[in-house]
């Protein structure tokens, strides 16, 4: 079945230091719609980027992700680590816009944790 | 703008006890969904639905029903509360698979 595979666990970073958080999907569909949530303590999951085209950079609120097919991966990046960046994110893949198709598939979550 | 409001906030049951959460939705969404969130844990599916009176199974669905009685709501229902499944239980929506999904604020389950 389709699964996606995220950075494992916690990563601790300093504050204005580059994130990086790994993002990888296997499904056997070739348009995959992939995002990226954000969910800050107490608060409920936000969608932060997504993206179904390929080799094309997806930008918002200071964070970026490129999809890209060839590898099978949606990184998200950052290059500069702010305190309030801290918080659980989850990569997730979409395979169709509707119908039976239209659940999320979710990496189990990096927690990010950035100190100053 | 529109909004997804669940209840209650905090839910206290006891072993076996039948206990239902609600979901309301005003985006005008088709597709609604049911999440279970442990403690520092990821999301797990347990129900959605692409339209009123349709349901389709999660990867956690045993053990639990749900029912789409109109277009805004969305139920869930635990049909015999474990102290095992003491959870955070999340409900959203999308327009479909492209937009992504908007989530409720949540329903915090305590099982005693």
């Known amino acids: 079945g389709d699964s996606v595979t995220q950075t494992e666990g916690l990563v601790t970073l300093t504050e204005g230091l580059p994130v990086m958080l790994n993002c990888t999907y296997q499904t056997i569909y070739s348009n995959p719609f992939l995002f990226w949530y954000v969910q800050h303590l107490n608060e409920s999951p936000r969608l932060l980027l997504k993206?179904?085209?390929?080799?094309k950079r997806t930008e918002h609120q200071g964070f970026h992700a490129t999809l890209h097919k060839s590898s099978s991966s949606f990184h998200l990046q950052k290059s500069s680590a702010q305190l309030s960046d801290s918080a659980l994110y989850y990569c997730a893949l979409s395979l169709n816009s509707g119908g039976s198709n239209a659940k999320l598939t979710f990496g189990k979550g990096t927690k990010l944790s950035v100190k100053s | 703008g529109g909004i997804i409001t669940q209840t209650p906030k905090f839910l206290i049951g006891q072993e076996g006890q039948k206990l239902t959460l609600k979901c309301q939705q005003n985006?005008?969404?088709?597709?609604m969904y049911w999440y279970r969130q442990d403690s520092g844990k990821g999301l797990r599916l347990i129900y959605y639905s692409i339209t009123e009176n349709d349901l389709q199974k999660g990867d956690l669905s045993e053990g639990y029903d749900a029912s789409r009685e109109k277009k805004s709501s969305f139920s869930l229902t635990v049909t015999s509360a474990q102290k095992n499944e003491m959870a955070v239980f999340l409900c959203?929506?999308?327009?479909?698979?492209?937009?992504?999904?908007?989530f409720g604020p949540g329903t915090r389950l305590t099982v005693l």
């Open positions: 985006f005008n969404h088709d597709t």
């Open positions: 993206s179904f085209t390929d080799n």
């Open positions: 959203a929506s999308s327009i479909g698979g492209l937009w992504g999904q908007y």
